[in-house]
């Protein structure tokens, strides 16, 4: 088990109609730019394609259309995560059924889990595929729930098939950690980047990055990528806080900024669903304003 | 003598005498330790040190100390953060006065100042004195109290002496969102991460790291710096694994555990003070199978020659 690597991973957004249904003619293009631009790999749905915002049903559908859409160019990787264990478990079964590559989880929502509960939630999750399972680590997200390596290693011990942990924690003391102590029992076992802060996650054994921005800006998304896996970090730098700059000015606002940054760079995804507002025309605005005002972005691709 | 701020950086711990009264003789052995294994500077006392446990007298007399142990082989900042605003200014014009070479603060403990605050604080500090002034950003410790980018840039712009900050939030994110903003104004701003987080640092533009361990195992920590500038990855990431186990060691109820590891190195600097523990036996020869499993004792000075 572990030798699948997801690389340079696109993560979509979930496009919807005026009428707030998920617009699969556009999905189709979507997922055809990101395959264009770099993509070894698409996760979806994840945070930033708004997977709590869909219905199960919806979220199948949308996987198997991604599956049917790619056709085995890039590996699919499904996100399965769900407040409740067997909605989740019930979920991962039918990702690996659909064809996915691999799967991944956050913890689950809103119970606070203490460690012992984390520890089930997963290991119910990962048993019930063979396909590659991910911890999905994202503590600012999730109320600060977190990953810990004690954690890690007891799930190594429970799961033939846990491949390693996709890290937005941004905490270099938990990366170096983790990485360092699950290698010994478990020498293939993977950190990913969960976010577009590579360059410090790579240095520490990271490889592969989960990109929200891949939509917004995959050229510069793909030249951070390609130094930091040639670990060239002169150049890498550059481009890391180029994408850092792209990622304060779409902090604030989360996926209705991502979707007006979309927009403005020419790919209209809609507006984001409820409960997310989506931006008002003078916030748009601004946004379109600070994201040109980013000289590296006028190397990024316009429109389809 | 102008600071160099590059490399690893020694912040000696506070020997103490078994009373817990300031043991002066054995602070200069180790500053003597420090300087000859290879520290580029020495800063004291950070927390490392136990500064908020020792009196305003006894920072002076140790400061006082360690500026004339060091006798300009290499700079020395003194760290001057005080519960009481008032006693940082004393302690920052008492270094500039004893012929520190720097001072280093951190964000004001206990209030949750605002960032106008913040910014003011460090204002003030820093036109107090001529010396340089040193940052020191540590929101895990300080309940999210930090400095970003915006801040950053008025206080380069506000202080020609503001050189550089101790940047100790281990974090991607806040580490870039402050270098990108300090290194454009200014490239010679010096950032300096905490305990020895060099190899995730050095690639942001980060300049080498103040250090924990580096009683214990300078070797270890000046390879892995030497490592990060040669660019020879694969053997950074060894040494910052093993550095990153000696941190778990020694971070809780730190420097109580650092303490018992220099026992068990032949370099004993007292107890620690409370309400910190001071490491049990127990303790010490827990940390001594740590540190022969991480191969510290056959690679490292023991003693303090």
Known sequence: ?304 | MPIKLRGVMQSPVTPLKDDFSPDLATFERLLDFHVRTSGTAISWPHHKGESLNLTIAERKLFAEAAVKAVAGRVGVSIHVSALSVEDSLDLARHAQKIGADAIIAITPYFWNPTKEAIYDHFRRLGTSIDLPLIAYNSPSYLSGIEFDGELIERLIERLPNFIGMKEASFNSEKFIEISRSALAMKPDFALVTGVEYLLPSIPLGGVGSYSSAGAICPNLCNAAFEACIAADWDKARELQYKLSRLWLLFRDQYPSSLKGGMVMMGRPVGPTRPPLPTATRERQDYLRTQLEELGVMDTEPHGWQ
């Open chain 1, 1 to 304: 088990m572990g030798t699948f690597q997801p690389g340079f991973v696109h993560t979509p957004v979930t496009p919807f109609t005026r009428e707030a249904r998920v617009d699969f003619g556009i999905y189709g293009k979507l997922i055809e730019f990101h395959l264009k631009h770099g993509a070894e790999s698409l996760a979806l749905p994840m945070h930033a394609g708004e997977s709590v915002s869909l219905t199960d049903e919806e979220r199948r559908k949308l996987l198997e259309f991604a599956i049917g859409q790619v056709k085995g160019r890039v590996p699919v990787i499904a996100h399965v995560s769900d407040s409740g264990t067997a909605i989740a478990v019930a979920r991962a079964r039918h990702a690996e059924q659909a064809g996915a590559a691999a799967i991944v989880a956050t913890p689950p929502y809103y119970w606070t889990p203490p460690p012992a509960m984390l520890l089930e939630h997963f290991a119910m999750i990962g048993s019930a595929v063979r396909i590659p399972f991910f911890v999905y680590n994202a503590p600012d997200e999730m109320g600060g729930v977190k990953m810990t390596t004690d954690l890690a290693l007891k799930l190594i011990g429970r799961l033939d098939n846990f491949a390693g942990i996709v890290d937005a924690s941004l905490d270099w003391q938990f990366m170096i950690e983790v990485i360092s102590e699950a290698r010994k029992v478990r020498p293939d076992f993977q950190l990913v980047s969960g976010t577009e802060y590579l360059v410090s996650a790579r240095a520490v054994g990271a490889k592969g990055m989960f990109a929200p921005l891949a939509g917004i800006a995959p050229a510069l998304l793909k030249g951070l990528y390609d130094h930091c896996s040639k670990e060239q970090y002169k150049d890498a730098r550059k481009a890391q806080e180029d994408i850092a700059a792209v990622r304060q000015v779409l902090k604030k606002g989360g996926v209705a900024s991502l979707k007006a940054a979309l927009h403005a760079m020419g790919r209209d995804c809609g507006a984001p669903r409820y409960p997310l507002l989506a931006l008002g025309e003078a916030e748009r605005g601004r946004i379109a304003d600070a994201i040109e005002a980013i000289a590296a972005m006028g190397a990024e691709p316009r429109g389809w």
